[in-house]
């Protein structure tokens, strides 16, 4: 049986769109208990073909009888319970404008904005606070292609419409232009390290924020890099070569077993994840009920927490240290940081939405650590889903600790006369 790829990721996505709406279902109609020879995955499937499938649910094999059965009950469950609001729709059509980071190790930002405009590129004003920027990003006024605006917070990300390509942009091909995503950019842009200071960034493949850290640096300082996997280092490599990165040094290893602790005053630690926060990818394994993911994902919060246990131990002179994840999963998060305080009494969290001015979207409630934690939410700040904790050390002077962010200057480009 030849199964088309294209046809299953429909399937799926369309799954996920409904998987909340068919929690409540299955819950109220006791469908499993009443058909417990069904696998639960399976009726997911069934429920989401019949009830939103243009094709509807076909077939007479027993398991899709037995879910057909239950359609006249389900349509008046959706209508006394109003589920239609539950659809995960806003999150998998959300909109998500493309980011492209100017890498200042090649380039500067003001050649990059004289390129865009001789190419008819029409660069928008930079609003004055976070909330007109999503405003702007979300109105008609960025719907051309050629439209582009600076973004509110970090000067050297640019935010295009999300159909504009540059493939053949001299600029993108060579790297001086870097896809990336606003909510990635954060995690360098929080650790902030000062030119001719040593970083460290433990889980550094592919090399996309180590690049950041770089620019950011100035190339100046020392820049560890390292990771175990060794396919990933070595496209890594080559992408910090193509990146003009040169204060790095790589190491293909485990970061617990990185020998050289003494001089490092910046951790960044964005450890492999279930990556349940990217917007494009499929998320067909991350039911609740699913246990093979909930293994998966304990197995995955140990290891962070491992990690960011020695982190805050193993380093004598590390002052900041910043945790990021792309899981929507408060396991991987929130969990992780509690645990990490409740046992490193020398380190506190900053409150990260103090930073990142005008920014709302904080920690999951119920954990200790929710209210310093930011959380980039997809369908409100239109990157994919994101997770960052910012640790600094206690006695760090307060001028030190508390940094307020001020809005940054369009930079001015004149146009060439015609």
Not at 98 to 116: P, S
Request: aromatic share 10%; net charge positive; hydrophobic share 40%.
């Amino acid at each position: 049986m030849v199964i088309n790829k294209l046809t299953l990721n429909a399937v799926l996505m369309n799954v996920f769109k409904w998987e909340k709406v068919i929690d409540v279902l299955v819950e109220k109609s006791n469908i499993l208990e009443k058909e417990n020879n069904m696998d639960r995955d399976l009726v997911y499937v069934f429920i989401t073909e019949m009830m939103w499938s243009k094709f509807g649910l076909k077939g007479n094999a027993k398991n899709i009888l037995a879910i057909k059965k239950y359609k006249n009950e389900f349509l008046k469950l959706m209508k006394e319970n109003d589920l239609e609001k539950l659809s995960g729709s806003k999150y998998t059509k959300v909109l998500k404008p493309r980011f492209f980071r100017v890498n200042t190790l090649m380039t500067t930002i003001e050649e990059i904005l004289e390129k865009l405009l001789k190419l008819k590129f029409k660069k928008l004003e930079s609003p004055k606070s976070y909330a007109e920027f999503l405003e702007l990003i979300k109105s008609d006024k960025f719907k051309p292609k050629n439209v582009f605006v600076q973004d509110v917070h970090i000067k050297e990300l640019l935010v295009f419409n999300s159909k504009v390509k540059f493939y053949e942009l001299e600029e993108y091909n060579n790297g001086s232009l870097i896809v990336q995503d606003k909510a990635s950019c954060l995690a360098a842009y929080l650790l902030n390290p000062e030119p001719n200071s040593t970083v460290l960034d433990m889980c550094a493949a592919p090399g996309m924020k180590t690049s950041h850290l770089a620019a950011i640096m100035q190339n100046k300082g020392k820049l560890y890099a390292v990771d175990r996997c060794k396919d990933r280092f070595n496209t890594m490599q080559k992408m910090l070569e193509r990146y003009m990165v040169q204060n790095v040094e790589t190491f293909n290893m485990d970061a617990l077993t990185f020998p050289y602790y003494d001089d490092v005053k910046y951790i960044l630690l964005d450890p492999s994840c279930s990556g349940s926060g990217i917007v494009d990818r499929v998320r067909n394994d991350s039911s609740q009920q699913n246990q093979n993911f909930q293994m998966r994902l304990k197995k995955l919060a140990n290891v962070h927490a491992q990690l960011l246990n020695h982190a805050l131990k193993s380093y004598p002179k590390l002052e900041r240290l910043v945790y990021s994840t792309c899981s929507a999963n408060h396991e991987e998060n929130e969990a992780v940081v509690d645990e990490a305080l409740s046992v490193n009494g020398k380190f506190k969290l900053l409150d990260c939405t103090k930073i990142v001015k005008g920014w709302t979207n904080k920690g999951v409630p119920g954990f200790d650590c929710s209210e310093m934690c930011l959380n980039a939410v997809p369908s409100d700040d239109c990157t994919n889903g994101f997770f960052i904790a910012v640790f600094v050390r206690r006695d760090l002077e307060e001028k030190v600790v508390v940094k307020e962010e001020k809005n940054i200057e369009d930079i001015v480009v004149k146009e060439e006369k015609r």
